[in-house]
């Protein structure tokens, strides 16, 4: 099992350019998320899934927009980069419930916006 | 709406020594706790988890963490650090049964040992 897997790992992007951030599970896991990582912040969540087909706002989804088209893979794109959206992506998924189930990371993928 | 607060963002032990990381949580429900480590330019990974039964919970690396409700405290410990213990560490809540399949991640805290 390669667990929860990323692509790029790094992106150098211009202000205003667009991209998509590829997250695949091998897990068979119903939910899947994204956060970003800031300095002194934590993690906040942008967006999630609880099943294919769906997404749900988390608690930072302005200037990103998220796809699950198929159960493994969770995409999340940028269309207008900006310079506040430097940072590091994580995704994460869960099998049912958090009772459940921990949420398992991927190694991230550093963006920077120029 | 649930938060945690995590107490120190850096944190320096000898080796051998105490470890103590603490963590405060708000819930308007019962919680459920998490402690996740982060290894340099790594994702996170989960040390251990409260969920119900039992409110001392063990978890890998030696490291445990106690539920206390009147407190909303859910601090991390190991008896003894270990030069491999150096990581960041996050405390995380989510609300039990609310169908809220949400963490609130705090800040952080970087823990450092001495040689």
């Known amino acids: 099992n390669a667990g929860v897997t990323q692509t790029p790992k790094f992106r150098v992007l211009k202000t205003g350019q667009s991209m998509t951030l590829l997250c695949a599970q091998d897990?068979?896991?119903?939910?899947m998320y994204w956060y970003r990582q800031d300095p002194g912040m934590g993690l906040r969540l942008i967006h999630y899934?609880?099943?294919?087909?769906?997404?749900a706002k988390g608690e930072v989804p302005d200037g990103y927009n998220v796809s699950r088209l198929k159960k493994q893979n969770f995409l999340l794109g940028l269309e207008s980069a900006a310079p506040s959206q430097t940072s590091v992506y994580f995704c994460?998924?869960?099998?049912?419930?958090?009772?459940?189930?921990?949420?398992?990371f991927g190694p991230g993928t550093r963006l920077t916006v120029l | 709406a649930q938060s945690v607060t995590q107490l120190g963002s850096h944190v320096s032990v000898s080796e051998g020594a105490l470890v103590l990381l603490r963590c405060n949580y708000s819930?308007?429900?019962?919680?459920?706790l998490f402690w996740y480590v982060q290894y340099p330019n790594q994702g996170l990974q989960l040390l251990l988890k409260?969920?119900?039964?039992?409110?001392l919970v063990k978890g890998i690396n030696g490291f445990e963490a106690e539920f206390k409700k009147s407190e909303t405290s859910f601090h991390l410990t190991k008896p003894s650090a270990h030069m491999s213990d150096a990581a960041e560490y996050f405390c995380?809540?989510?609300?039990?049964?609310?169908?809220?399949?949400?963490?609130?991640f705090g800040t952080g805290t970087r823990l450092t040992i001495i040689p």
């Open positions: 995380a809540v989510s609300e039990a049964n609310s169908g809220n399949e949400k963490l609130t």
């Open positions: 899934s609880v099943g294919e087909g769906t997404t």
């Open positions: 994460a998924s869960s099998p049912l419930g958090l009772e459940r189930g921990e949420q398992f």
């Open positions: 819930s308007s429900v019962p919680p459920y």
């Open positions: 409260y969920t119900t039964g039992a409110t």
């Open positions: 897990m068979n896991h119903e939910y």
